[in-house]
Nanobody
Framework: QVQLVESGGGVVQAGGSLKLSCVAS????????LGWFRQAAGKERELVAR???????IYADSVKGRFTISRDNARNTLYLQMNNLRPEDTAVYVC?????????WGKGTLVTVSS
């Protein structure tokens, strides 16, 4: 079965950086839309960043200028570089791959930003 596995989460101080990775198995990233979502305690899941198969990118206003989404199709890996982290960024980060009607989600990796 298709699997998406995130890694790179952890605990950092405000102003620090982390880089998240999402590796896919039984799936080739080419022509898939990819994205990162997050869900904080007591909050709804929200889109953080998205990168289309064309490499077109969008970001949530709250992370623009701080986060960068990228993909390496040869390695079936999605990345999220997070800089200048804030306590408000604390959440479980989940990757998603979409192709047509097919939709796959990872299990998530926890990011905690201390103040």
């Amino acid at each position: 079965q298709v699997q998406l596995v995130e890694s790179g989460g952890g605990v950092v101080q405000a102003g620090g950086s982390l880089k998240l990775s999402c590796v896919a198995s039984q799936l080739t990233f080419t022509n898939y839309g990819l994205g990162w979502f997050r869900q904080a305690a007591g909050k709804e899941r929200e889109l953080v960043a998205r990168i289309a198969f064309t490499t077109s990118k969008i970001y949530a206003d709250s992370v623009k200028g701080r986060f960068t989404i990228s993909r390496d199709n040869a390695r079936n890996t999605l990345y999220l570089q997070m800089n200048n982290l804030r306590p408000e960024d604390t959440a479980v980060y989940v990757c998603k791959a979409t192709r047509g009607s097919m939709e796959y989600w990872g299990k998530g990796t926890l990011v905690t930003v201390s103040s």
